[in-house]
Nanobody, 116 residues
Framework: QVQLVQSGGGLVQAGGSLRLSCAAS????????MAWYRQAPGKQRELVAV???????IYADSVKGRFTISRVNAKNTVYLQMNSLKPEDTAVYYC??????????WGQGTQVTVSS
């Protein structure tokens, strides 16, 4: 199995920046993609960004040009750099990994709150 432990998040003023981290352990050799999702209260969890095992990236239209997903440290850690944050970015952010061996794994989630 893949275990994901998140860090980062918190309170930030609109226009500010935050960086989320997600450290993977376990059968990390089996990970095809890693991703960040977010979920606001009463809303469906939505995909924010994806990074493939060859470092290709995909972003939701709502975050293009503002957020950057990356994976470094021999792919043990994935980051989400969030710039120019808006109040509508406020949500619980979840790291996810798709493993061809064990399927979907989720991080514990971390709150990001952007004040106006």
């Amino acid at each position: 199995q893949v275990q994901l432990v998140q860090s980062g998040g918190g309170l930030v003023q609109a226009g500010g920046s935050l960086r989320l981290s997600c450290a993977a352990s376990g059968t990390i050799f089996s990970i095809n993609t890693m991703a960040w999702y977010r979920q606001a209260p009463g809303k469906q969890r939505e995909l924010v960004a994806v990074i493939t095992n060859d470092d290709g990236t995909i972003y939701a239209d709502s975050v293009k040009g503002r957020f950057t997903i990356s994976r470094v440290n021999a792919k043990n850690t994935v980051y989400l750099q969030m710039n120019s944050l808006k109040p509508e970015d406020t949500a619980v952010y979840y790291c996810a990994a798709d493993s061809r061996y064990s399927g979907r794994s989720w991080g514990q989630g971390t709150q990001v709150t952007v004040s106006s």
